[in-house]
């Protein structure tokens, strides 16, 4: 038996004085937009219990060149990712956009740099590879555009030879546009052939991972979902598309489960952790996703926290700049329940013991 829910797929969070905050979802508007979905006001309650650990926008005609270079393009996983973070786990190829800005260098010989020639701004890569600047932040995230090196105090820039790289794969520009099209609810919801409140179902039992969000004007986080990853669920997984509800989802329903902020999180830390190899980056991403105090019990010394601090990833694209709106965002950001901040703090505490190791034996990175 299904949940009674909302036809668009929100989850209630309270932030301020607004009576009406909370997590919504609907028809998502192109990424980057000035027009805000008007969510639901009702509300589905609950996050993060029970199991365990883009649409595209485009580059605006006004936009400066290179001012809003620096933001964070965000992340992606394998469809239906939800595993926990693989703290040990060898990284994927490529730079990252946001992950070890700012890097205090402590020795050793920098790497040889690409030409300032030879690298462009994030509006003028969007352009030349016909992305609309939300698809371009999306393909970053999703990792398949490569941000090149990131000077201190500069904004996120991309080498051409990147750029001829992802030009050159066959299908371009068509099949990366497909990879990063996005979707809110309601248009997810169409695109498995379900109803609003089967989707929600699946949605907030963990079946459906977004891979985004933002804040719209009632304070509400509209998840965004991605398309490519909602057709492959339709066919790999069509049992869940009609029938009953399986009895954990039955179970889960009932608790007032919602692992739709959870989901997003580990999909989020994986990604971030596949873009850099290096101990303290590394150390900086488990520690961004974990309540301070927690952070000061596992980081006792205030030398390491200030250079986690420094390392740590900007928010997410699309997350909101207006204090009201990013209050909301910023639970986003944060593990809640005991056993997925249990889990992060592991995953920290193991890998600053190997950042600690690098620091005394090569000195180029850390506090020693």
């Not at 009406?20 to 996050?47: F, K, V």
């Not at 090149?148 to 051409?160: D, E, L, N, S």
């Not at 089967?198 to 991605?226: D, E, K, M, Q, S």
């Not at 944060?334 to 600053?352: C, K, N």
Request: some cysteine.
């Amino acid at each position: 038996m299904e949940a009674h829910s909302r036809t668009t797929d929100t989850t209630r969070a309270s932030a301020g004085p607004s009576p009406r905050a909370g997590t919504s979802e609907s028809r998502a508007e192109p990424e980057g937009t000035s027009a805000e979905t008007s969510a639901g006001r009702g509300a589905d309650t609950g996050t993060g219990t029970g199991k365990s650990p883009g649409t595209s926008t485009g580059t605006d005609p006004g936009a400066r060149a290179d001012a809003a270079a620096g933001a964070d393009s965000g992340i992606g996983a394998d469809p239906g990712a939800g595993a926990a973070p693989r703290v040990g786990a060898d990284p994927g190829v490529g730079a990252d956009p946001g992950v070890g800005a700012a890097r205090p260098p402590l020795g050793g010989t920098p790497s040889r740099a690409p030409s300032p020639s030879a690298l462009v701004g994030v509006t003028q890569a969007a352009g030349e590879l016909g992305l609309r600047r939300g698809e371009f932040h999306r393909a970053v995230q999703l990792g398949l555009v490569r941000a090149g090196p990131r000077a201190p105090g500069a904004g996120v820039r991309f080498a051409r030879a990147e750029l001829d790289r992802v030009r050159a794969v066959a299908g371009f520009p068509d099949d990366l546009r497909e990879q990063v099209e996005t979707v809110g609810a309601a248009a997810a919801a169409e695109v498995l052939g379900v109803g609003p409140s089967r989707f929600t179902r699946l949605a907030r039992c963990g079946h459906l991972v977004p891979v985004g969000y933002r804040i719209n004007r009632y304070r509400a986080v509209v998840w965004l979902y991605l398309a490519a990853e909602l057709r492959g669920f339709a066919r790999s997984r069509p049992g869940l598309l009609k029938g009953s509800a399986p009895p954990e989802d039955r179970e889960l329903v009932l608790a007032g489960a919602d692992l739709r902020p959870r989901r997003w999180r580990e999909r989020h830390v994986e990604l971030l952790l596949r873009r850099t190899a290096d101990p303290w980056d590394r150390a900086a991403v488990l520690a961004s996703v974990l309540p301070e105090e927690v952070v000061r019990q596992s980081v006792p010394d205030e030398a390491e926290r200030v250079l986690l601090s420094a390392l740590a990833p900007p928010p997410p694209y699309g997350h909101p700049q207006a204090p009201a709106a990013a209050q909301v965002a910023e639970r986003l950001l944060r593990a809640d329940a005991p056993d997925e901040i249990d889990s992060y703090r592991t995953g920290l505490e193991f890998t600053l013991t190997g950042a600690r190791c690098q620091s005394k034996t090569t000195g180029e990175r850390g506090p020693t």
